[in-house]
């Protein structure tokens, strides 16, 4: 099982990334995926998850509103939109894949982990 995540890097306030995460080694399509983030010295924060098929997706109250989380499961990827970035978003960001679309916010149970991408936000 792998998942990679690309796309981190340091960008100014305000400005737009966008997370890619590639999946191989399991059944991509039956699985809800997430988006997780820690900053240092910070526990792991729930960002984003979307259920297998798209239809169900929750955000963070910290990022409603300028995140995007999409999949595409042909292609065995979950994507992460972020616009209007703030300083206070600098993390590293992981994919997580859960067997499960419920509990959404429960991240110690997801079953796959990436292993990070840095996103700094700073002038």
């Known amino acids: 099982v792998q998942l990679v995540e690309s796309g981190g890097g340091l960008v100014q306030p305000g400005g737009s990334l966008r997370l890619s995460c590639a999946a191989s080694?399991?059944?991509?399509?039956?699985?809800?995926m997430s988006w997780v983030r820690q900053a240092p010295g910070k526990e792991r924060e729930f960002v984003a998850k979307?259920?297998?098929?798209?239809?169900?997706?929750d955000y963070a109250a910290s990022v409603k509103g300028r995140v995007t989380i999409s999949r595409d499961n042909a292609k065995s990827t979950v994507y992460l939109q972020m616009n209007s970035l703030k300083p206070e978003d600098t993390a590293v960001y992981y994919c997580?894949?859960?067997?499960?679309?419920?509990?959404?916010?429960?991240?110690?149970?997801?079953?796959?982990w990436g292993q990070g991408t840095q996103v700094t936000v700073s002038s």
């Open positions: 997580a894949a859960d067997t499960q679309y419920y509990p959404i916010y429960k991240v110690g149970s997801y079953e796959y």
């Open positions: 979307i259920s297998r098929a798209g239809v169900s997706i």
């Open positions: 080694g399991f059944t991509f399509s039956t699985y809800a």
